[in-house]
């Protein structure tokens, strides 16, 4: 009566790794290492239940069904890329959990960096959308190796992937309009 269970929280674990480049129970430890929370608290900042955070970590479950959901994920990647560098405090870190909590998924960057204009919000969309891409095919330090084995013969190829694959938001843009010109 086990085998099939396995089967199929191993084949929903595959799908995710498909879908967000590795099995949930993975990217959320990861998280909740990066970040110090406990699973309750990384429930309550993506704004799911903690049940559902269980069936998705152990494969029970293999989608995030909520795209609002897959962006605060998204949202607290780039955080705890951003805690793990030092550039942000613990207590920095928890005042953005708190902001990435609260979004509806949508502006998960806080309103200081939501843009009014429909050219920067444009800007924005495109690139979370190869954001998205990039990280749903490999893991944030796969893409950074990637980078560092390009960078020496096609440079501004490892830039692309360092900024959009392991960057954050705002550098992406930057960098995007930069290079639209």
């Known amino acids: 009566m086990g085998a099939p269970r396995q089967d199929?929280?191993?084949?929903?674990?595959?799908?995710?790794?498909?879908?967000?480049?590795?099995?949930?129970g993975v990217l959320f430890r990861r998280l909740i290492d990066d970040l110090g929370l406990n699973q309750a608290r990384l429930a309550a900042v993506l704004g799911i239940s903690a049940p559902m955070l269980s069936q998705l970590m152990s494969g029970q479950r293999a989608k995030i069904g909520n795209p609002s959901v897959v962006q605060r994920v998204q949202a607290l990647q780039e955080l705890a890329a951003e805690v793990s560098s030092g550039s942000v405090s613990a207590a920095e870190a928890a005042e953005r959990m708190e902001g990435i909590r609260k979004s509806a998924g949508g502006a998960v960057l806080g309103t200081a960096q939501t843009?009014?204009?429909?050219?920067?919000?444009?800007?924005?969309?495109?690139?979370?959308?190869?954001?998205?891409?990039?990280?749903?095919?490999?893991?944030?330090?796969?893409?950074?190796?990637?980078?560092d084995?390009?960078?020496?013969?096609?440079?501004?190829?490892?830039e692309f992937l360092r900024v959009y694959g392991a960057g954050r938001t705002a550098d992406a843009v930057a960098h995007y309009e930069a290079h639209q010109s």
């Open 8 to 24: 199929t929280s191993e084949r929903a674990r595959e799908l995710q790794r498909s879908w967000y480049g590795e099995p949930l």
């Open 115 to 147: 843009q009014s204009s429909t050219g920067s919000t444009t800007v924005r969309r495109v690139v979370r959308e190869i954001q998205s891409l990039l990280r749903s095919v490999a893991a944030a330090g796969d893409i950074i190796d990637a980078a």
């Open 149 to 158: 084995r390009l960078g020496p013969t096609h440079p501004e190829l490892a």
